[in-house]
């Protein structure tokens, strides 16, 4: 009997520390009043191209830069073709202001995505900003 009370007040020592350890890190987050969104309009106005991967009703999928969407029927040459279009995008900023917004949908691979990152590394972009959005059904 001695031996089970020793093992109970060693659990009971053990999880009195743990639970203050655990909560010791749910600290209170301050959320600024009248926060549109996470960046400031002088940034969100220097990303300037935005690329999309957008998964299809076929095997393939759509890539766009802005408005300019092109289907990949071969990924030989795709890359080099969006790195084009992110070059024209970007011509008219400054050399440290070339920012590019990668946009890819969920259920597209990376076997796809990789030839937008490969563009984006081609093009003259200074820097590259991924967009997320929160899935459909947590939001609701």
Same mark, same amino acid.
Request: net charge negative.
């Given at each position: 009997?001695?031996?089970?009370?020793?093992?109970?007040?060693?659990?009971?020592?053990?999880?009195?520390? $743990?639970?203050?350890?655990?909560?010791? /890190?749910?600290?209170?987050?301050?959320?600024?009043?009248?926060?549109?969104?996470?960046?400031?309009?002088?940034?969100?106005?220097?990303?300037?191209?935005? *690329?999309? *991967?957008?998964?299809?009703?076929?095997?393939?999928?759509?890539?766009?830069?802005?408005?300019?969407?092109?289907?990949?029927?071969? %990924?030989?040459?795709?890359?080099?073709?969006? $790195?084009?279009?992110?070059?024209?995008?970007? /011509?008219?900023?400054?050399?440290?202001?070339?920012?590019?917004?990668?946009?890819?949908?969920?259920?597209?691979? %990376?076997?796809?995505?990789? %030839?937008?990152? $490969?563009?984006?590394?081609?093009?003259?972009?200074?820097?590259?900003?991924? $967009?997320?959005?929160?899935?459909? /059904?947590?939001?609701?």
């Amino acid at each position: 009997m001695t031996p089970v009370i020793d093992i109970v007040f060693q659990l009971i020592i053990f999880f009195a520390l $743990a639970c203050q350890f655990i909560e010791a /890190e749910n600290f209170p987050v301050v959320v600024p009043m009248g926060c549109d969104s996470a960046q400031s309009e002088v940034e969100s106005q220097s990303a300037y191209a935005t *690329v999309t *991967v957008i998964k299809t009703g076929g095997a393939m999928s759509d890539f766009a830069v802005g408005s300019e969407k092109i289907s990949a029927s071969n %990924y030989g040459d795709l890359a080099g073709k969006l $790195a084009g279009l992110i070059n024209d995008r970007l /011509e008219t900023l400054p050399a440290d202001g070339r920012v590019v917004t990668l946009r890819i949908d969920k259920d597209v691979p %990376y076997s796809e995505a990789q %030839y937008a990152l $490969a563009a984006v590394a081609e093009s003259t972009a200074a820097d590259i900003r991924l $967009a997320v959005m929160k899935d459909a /059904e947590a939001q609701r």
